[in-house]
């Protein structure tokens, strides 16, 4: 059974860089069927897609968000990464990370989240 | 990007209840729409591709329609574990986005 799980710091200060890890346990990341997603949720707020890779590390970013995303993969420890600069409070949210099935582009499978807040 | 509204923002139901959920793309999407059902605290999950495919082990009272600009998801005898937070994605296209969700409370 696929699980993912997100890791990384509860709390980020205004104007430092957001670092989050999603490992990915029960199977691989390496296929061409999915890519692998960040989405996160804002406290009581909806659904944001962050961006997305692919196995060949092809990335695709939301626009509003792409001058300070980066999305990595690390296939020696099926992790997937995010890291999210200059961050203010409107960043603050739960990051999900997610598998997308290529052909649907549906979210097949998520993370529990993990909450980060932006705060001194 | 593609801008996805959903209506109603709420809806109030009762348990047996017939209820229908609907989600406008600002553009034609084909049949590239997902729905999730995200109940508090949790991750979302995955209920309809495609328009109207159900994902594995999602209940048949569950049923999702439309092409294009015009989506419906249907519920057809509400049950006490379908209260929840209902969101539509476009699947279309880079950037994937979003309806701002739907929430179905008890009557």
């Known amino acids: 059974q696929l699980q993912l799980q997100e890791s990384g710091p509860g709390l980020v200060k205004p104007s430092e860089t957001l670092s989050l890890t999603c490992t990915v346990s029960?199977?691989?990341?390496?296929?061409?069927?999915?890519?692998w997603a960040w989405i996160r949720q804002a406290p009581g707020g909806g659904l944001e897609w962050i961006g997305s890779?692919?196995?060949?590390?092809?990335?695709y970013y939301n626009p509003s968000l792409r001058s300070r995303v980066t999305i990595s993969v690390d296939r020696s420890k099926t992790q997937l990464s995010l890291r999210l600069s200059s961050v203010t409070a409107a960043d603050s949210a739960v990051y999900y990370c997610?598998?997308?099935?290529?052909?649907?582009?549906?979210?097949?499978?998520w993370g529990h989240g993990t909450l980060v807040t932006v705060s001194s | 990007d593609i801008q996805m509204t959903q209506s109603p923002s709420s809806v109030s139901a009762s348990v047996g209840d017939r209820v229908t959920i609907t989600c406008r793309a600002s553009?034609?999407?084909?049949?590239?729409l997902t729905w999730y059902q995200q109940k508090p605290g949790k991750a979302p999950n995955l209920l309809i591709y495609a328009a109207s495919t159900l994902h594995s082990g999602v209940p048949s009272r569950f049923s999702g329609s439309g092409s294009g600009t015009y989506f419906t998801l249907t519920i057809s005898s509400l049950q006490p574990e379908d209260f929840a937070t209902y969101y539509c994605?476009?699947?279309?296209?880079?950037?994937?986005?979003f309806g701002q969700g739907t929430r179905l409370e008890i009557k």
């Open positions: 029960g199977g691989s990341i390496s296929s061409r069927d999915y890519y």
């Open positions: 997610a598998r997308q099935v290529k052909s649907t582009t549906s979210s097949d499978y």
């Open positions: 553009q034609g999407i084909d049949k590239w």
């Open positions: 890779i692919y196995y060949n590390e092809n990335t």
């Open positions: 994605q476009q699947a279309n296209i880079f950037p994937v986005t």
